[in-house]
């Protein structure tokens, strides 16, 4: 990890799904006196509309090689989203990123880059050596923030979503056709990225418990060198149209 001193940042904000990866990435924005936020979830309406059209446009009597069941449930998981929707996705974000971080010295995006984090920690990732070209002109520091809950807890907040919005089930239901299996194969354990040749610095985000979160803020807040800050906020939320 660099010890380096850099005249902007990009930070990452990943985690798990129910992690509160977005309501973190929306602290540290808040209390970071100015920056670019970017949701990459404000593209999953589009990719939606890439299964729906898919499976309603191409007639049921007509063999497809993917399921379409998974195509029916939006599935996030599925071979369907690996062949056509998520690069396209992660390729839009880094050219939103990097638009951003030219006219900003701080760019925050909510993202899981779960693909990347893990060629990273192989010391191979293509779209990690992209950012970094880029970073170097820009003398910009890779940070990444990784929210770790348990998958204890996953389950936990994921039942409460279920509980406290019933439409969760209909709008999710990659996970919650199969909750179990969603749970297990979710990766829940933060990178490792010790060695890596891109990331300059990663900070594990630990969020168990209340407790646990509320100390991890801090920490985090003295290692971006954020020193007025608001205590964390659970109810923060960005403008929606």
């Known amino acids: 990890m660099s010890k380096k001193t850099f005249k902007k940042r990009f930070i990452i904000v990943s985690g798990p799904v129910c992690s509160g990866k977005t309501t973190l990435a929306l602290n540290i924005a808040k209390n970071s006196g100015g920056c670019y936020y970017f949701d990459k979830d404000d593209l ?69 880059y779960t693909s990347e984090l893990k060629k990273e920690a192989a010391g191979n990732c293509p779209a990690f050596d992209e950012f970094h070209r880029f970073f170097v002109k820009e003398d910009c520091e890779f940070f990444v923030v990784f929210v770790h809950i348990s998958k204890e807890e996953l ?15 209909e709008r999710d239901k990659n996970v919650y056709t199969d909750l179990d299996a ?21 900070f594990v985000f630990e969020a168990d418990t209340d407790e646990l979160r509320d100390a991890s803020y801090e920490k985090l807040m003295a290692v971006l060198g954020i020193t007025d800050y608001e205590p964390y906020n659970r109810k923060i939320e960005v403008n929606r149209v």
């Open 44 to 112: 999953v309406p589009t990719s939606n509309a890439c299964f729906d059209a898919v499976e309603q446009l191409v007639p049921k009597d007509v063999e497809l090689k993917y399921d379409r069941d998974t195509l029916q449930k939006r599935d996030r998981h599925s071979q369907f989203f690996k062949d056509y929707i998520r690069n396209p996705e992660y390729e839009s974000t880094r050219d939103v990123l990097i638009k951003g971080l030219q006219f900003s010295n701080l760019v925050i995006v909510n993202a899981p």
């Open 155 to 169: 389950k936990r907040r994921l039942l409460n979503r279920l509980a406290e919005d019933p439409k969760a089930a």
């Open 182 to 202: 969603y749970i297990a194969a979710e990766n829940v354990s933060p990178p490792a990225l010790e060695n890596s040749k891109n990331v300059d610095k990663l």
